[in-house]
């Protein structure tokens, strides 16, 4: 004897999902300036002098909000990369839930996730070669 309540909402979870990420991308957004006040700057690199994976990340999401596609993607390639890949899951998995009722099992081959975590060693070690073109992976 219910009438409604939150079990349609948990019968779509990838919506839900989607609509929680959406809504903290755009709080986000709105309090930008406050939040990249309080982010602690790299220490991998302070300590170092090299670039970690991430860095240029936070200057890329800020200029991807901001329209700046080809800027964000001198930041840090990386992050747009696997934004991509997280915003074509999601957009795949919410269209299978809203399709045949729900989405199913996300499985993720092992070989996947081997090529990502290679792939993120390999952009880790080519950006921080400091010959052309690799100086093109480093965030300015």
């Not at 982010?39 to 090299?50: D, V």
Request: hydrophobic share 50%; net charge positive.
């Amino acid at each position: 004897m219910t009438t409604g309540g939150i079990r349609p909402v948990l019968r779509k979870p990838w919506t839900l999902l989607g609509f929680v990420v959406g809504v903290v991308a755009l709080v986000a957004w709105l309090f930008q300036r406050s939040l990249m006040n309080l982010m602690p700057p790299c220490l991998f690199h302070r300590l170092t002098h090299l670039h970690c994976p991430g860095c240029g990340g936070r200057r890329c999401v800020k200029m991807l909000s901001h329209g700046r596609v080809l800027e964000a993607l001198h930041m840090n390639a990386l992050v747009i990369g696997i934004g991509l890949g997280f915003a074509f899951v999601f957009i795949k998995q919410i269209h299978k839930e809203w399709k045949y009722g729900q989405a199913g099992n996300f499985d993720v081959s092992p070989r996947l996730g081997w090529a990502i975590g290679y792939g993120v060693i390999a952009f880790w070690i080519l950006r921080n070669i400091p010959l052309w073109p690799f100086t093109l992976l480093a965030p300015y």
